[in-house]
């Protein structure tokens, strides 16, 4: 199981974002994906899921509304698409895969998301 993360960057207070994650190694539909994010000296945190099926998401309190996370199986791919972004959002993002039947997981390496004016 592999994954990898693009799309982080610095960007003003109010901006936008969108994180994608590629998998590979693993059959897509068989793995729930979230993404957690790392702030600076604090430990990590959930930001947004979805089920294997794509028909179910959730969110914390801090980013609902302003995060959507999506997945294309065809593609292999998940989003998180950021709005609104506050400088409390800065932090490394990561994706994440887990199987529903076995528990097998997978962690990406982490894409830096900075929001700064």
């Known amino acids: 199981v592999q994954l990898v993360e693009s799309g982080g960057g610095l960007v003003q207070p109010g901006g936008s974002l969108r994180l994608s994650c590629v998998g590979s190694?693993?059959?897509?539909?068989?793995?729930?994906m979230r993404w957690y994010r790392q702030p600076p000296g604090k430990g990590r945190e959930l930001v947004a899921g979805?089920?294997?099926?794509?028909?179910?998401?959730n969110y914390p309190d801090s980013v609902k509304g302003r995060f959507t996370i999506s997945r294309d199986t065809a593609k292999n791919t998940v989003n998180l698409q950021m709005n609104s972004l506050k400088p409390e959002d800065t932090a490394v993002y990561y994706c994440?895969?887990?199987?529903?039947?076995?528990?097998?997981?997978?962690w990406g390496q982490g894409t830096q998301v900075t929001v700064s004016s």
């Open positions: 994440f895969a887990i199987n529903i039947r076995t528990g097998r997981s997978a």
């Open positions: 979805i089920s294997n099926t794509g028909d179910i998401t």
């Open positions: 190694g693993f059959t897509f539909s068989d793995y729930v």
